[in-house]
């Protein structure tokens, strides 16, 4: 604040002095306004320091206003012969320091006009940081949506749940549940010509990244289903590593994969396997596994599988199940295991729904209270 | 998991590990890998006497590094793995696509 005296006229002086506390006054009202105004609704810095800028300049006189460092404004024509000039350094969060500077060109600034620019610059250092945290706030949720989008997109690969193969003397039954809002597990089944043909695979990694593969490799599952359901299934996995090994390659991924056809007239069941487990077939309450005979696909190329071939009998089990089930771990730490999937399966009756359904049962028993730490998937086929 | 690098200025280091290799751990395994791999050498030895449980996160990474090798004209060998990675190598087939090697064979 400023204050001349004229010597020789008091009453001079007191105009000055209420002239003083009046300018004083008024921008202390014009500080508070500045501060209690709702800030305009935007991300963008310019305009947040502009609205500041537009108040901030007549009450303190500024002719020339600049942002430098992590965020860059200019306000005002450049000043050469300012009298007053002030900065500061404010850190912005993640971002770096930004030097405010002002300047006039009329007086110096006192320490009463310090403390409003410190004040100021504190309001301008402030917009920028609730600019940058909304703006990392709103680009932490494009992506969140554009994760989901990806997700429902992978997740389209898959089976409709509620269209099940009817094929005669066979009861059908598949449940996929990833680890996170998508993943790597997939199966496929399809009828084509009275047979059904089926598979069930996983993709190494989790998540998107591994969700993608799956999405090709199920629509490759199905060209192949397609092409070759006059061959047999390992000519369908043939076809699939034909496709896809590239690519899962210079991904460093693999998928295991088991590919499987059932034909309801001769009642044979041919089964090859690329590197899967658990495969059980059950019969009479005992369980053998269908062991993999070739690494999974994308490993080596070009490995042939051999198919295993089943002549069914009335209430024989096939049971297919991805490692996110067998290594559900309960509160112990114990692993479900294969041993107890064996036994389970061994003990299980009725239909395909109801030995998916008991299994499935089983498995929510032993992981009470646990995390689901990997993708799950299961299938039964059963023979009647 | 641990992973101590040994012998990482020879022409084959050997990377050691211990407990869980799954996807947690890949990263760490990776990072070891490539910068060895960087130096100079074209073939790795993997010890996995003491992991007590690998999935496919960790097989991933192993047939990853184990093409890198094999594309410089290298071996990746994995030692003497722990009975549960044995049975896993076992159950998927990959004991076909790896070296697998005893720690009393390598010795000598």
Same mark, same amino acid.
């Given at each position: ?384 | ?31 070891? %890998? ?12 993997? #010890?996995?006497?003491? +992991? $007590? @449980? ?14 890198? %090798? ?12 722990? #009975?549960?990675?044995? +049975? $896993? @190598? ?19």
């Amino acid at each position: 604040m400023a204050v001349s005296t004229e010597v020789g006229r008091p009453g001079a002086a007191v105009d000055s002095l209420t002239s003083a506390l009046i300018d004083a006054n008024d921008r202390l009202l014009g500080l508070l306004a500045l501060i209690t105004d709702e800030a305009p609704g935007s991300l963008d810095n310019d305009v947040l320091i502009t609205a500041i800028v537009d108040r901030a300049a007549p009450i303190l006189k500024l002719d020339r206003v600049t942002v430098n460092g992590a965020a860059d404004y200019e306000w005002g024509s450049d000043v050469d012969d300012a009298k007053g000039s002030w900065t500061s350094t404010h850190a912005i969060p993640e971002q770096g320091d930004v030097d405010i500077t002002f300047k006039r060109r009329g007086s110096r600034f006192n320490t009463g006009d310090t403390k409003l620019l410190s004040a100021v610059a504190k309001l301008m250092s402030n917009a920028i940081t609730t600019a940058r945290m909304h703006r990392a706030a709103m680009d932490q949720a494009m992506m969140a949506k554009e994760h989901a989008t990806a997700a429902r997109i992978t997740a389209a690969a898959l089976p409709d749940p509620e269209r099940i193969p009817q094929i005669d003397g066979l009861s059908c039954f598949a449940n996929l549940v990833p680890a996170r809002t998508t993943g790597g597990d997939l199966y496929a089944w399809r009828e084509i010509d009275g047979k059904l043909w089926f598979a069930l695979g996983d993709v190494s990694g989790k998540g998107l990244p591994a969700a993608v593969q799956m999405s090709t490799i199920t629509s490759a599952l199905d060209a192949g289903f397609r092409q070759h359901h006059t061959d047999g299934p390992e000519e369908v996995i043939a076809a699939v590593g034909r496709w896809v090994h590239h690519r899962l390659s210079e991904s460093g991924m693999f998928v295991t994969l088991a590919v499987g056809s059932f034909d309801p007239h001769t009642r044979t069941l041919c089964i090859a396997n690329s590197g899967h487990s658990p495969i059980v077939y059950r019969r009479n309450a005992k369980c053998r596994r269908i062991d993999a005979t070739a690494p999974p696909v994308g490993v080596i190329e070009g490995i042939p599988t051999i198919e295993t071939v089943i002549q069914v009998e009335q209430d024989d089990l096939l049971v297919l199940a991805t490692d996110g089930f067998t290594e559900q771990d309960n509160l112990a730490g114990e692993m479900y295991g294969e041993d107890r999937f064996d036994d389970t399966i061994a003990h299980a009756v009725g239909s395909a729904p109801e030995v998916g359904t008991f299994l499935l049962n089983e498995l929510a028993a032993h992981g009470i209270d646990c995390e689901q730490s990997d993708d799950r998937t299961l299938m039964v086929l059963h023979f009647s | 998991m641990r992973l101590v690098t040994e012998a990482p200025t020879t022409e084959q280091p050997a990377l050691v590990l211990d407990g869980r290799f799954d996807a947690f751990e890949t990263e760490k395994f990776r990072a070891a %890998c490539d910068e060895l791999l960087a130096h100079g050498a074209n073939s790795l030895s993997v #010890d996995l006497s003491d +992991v $007590i @449980f690998i999935d496919s996160s960790g097989l991933a990474e192993l047939v990853r590094a184990m093409k890198h %090798c094999r594309q410089s004209g290298g071996e990746l060998v994995i030692v003497s793995p722990s #009975d549960p990675v044995r +049975v $896993i @190598f076992e159950l998927t087939r990959l004991d076909a696509a790896f070296t697998i090697q005893d720690a009393s064979v390598q010795a000598s």
